[in-house]
């Protein structure tokens, strides 16, 4: 396993679920992006966050600039968004990459807003992108 970090940015309260339910699989404990969690010389930085209408949180865009390079090697995008067709942290992996931060690979899931998509993510959602952001990681 790499030496990984979990942090989060969340309106609704499903990039949190997400990010605990990572961070248990990892043995790792997931930080509030609001809280300033410290981040540096990780192999594996997994970024949890969701899409508001049609953007990345714009917290979770902030904290990706302002990460050094030697913050981590690689990250991991985890998003859920009750879009089915935008569901990709586009303004998150430039930040990323700008900073010299190698983008590995993009999670999915349903998530709901309002109204839309309730009930999303459920537990079975929540454990299925913990156990594929888990195969990722190696």
């Known amino acids: 396993m790499k030496n990984a970090n979990v942090v989060f940015a969340t309106k609704t309260g499903h990039s949190k679920a997400i990010a605990e339910a990572i961070g248990k699989k990892l043995g790792v404990e997931a930080g ?3 809280r300033q969690p410290r981040v ?3 192999d594996l930085l997994i970024l ?3 899409i508001y209408a049609g953007k990345s949180n714009p917290d ?3 904290f990706a600039q302002t990460l050094p ?5 690689a990250a991991i995008l985890v998003t859920s968004s009750a879009s089915v067709s935008n569901r990709s942290q586009k303004q998150v992996r430039e930040a990323l990459v700008r900073n010299g931060i190698q983008v590995m690979e993009e999670v999915s899931c349903t998530g709901a807003f309002l109204f839309l998509k309730r009930g999303h993510p459920d537990q079975a ?5 913990a156990v ?3 195969e990722l990681a190696g």
């Not at 390079?69 to 090697?73: E, G, I, L, R, V």
């Not at 959602?125 to 992108?129: K, L």
């Open 32 to 34: 509030n992006i609001l």
């Open 40 to 42: 540096s010389g990780v």
């Open 48 to 50: 949890v966050g969701g």
């Open 60 to 62: 979770m865009v902030a």
């Open 69 to 73: 390079p030697a913050a981590a090697k």
């Open 125 to 129: 959602e929540i454990q299925g992108i």
């Open 132 to 134: 594929r952001v888990l």
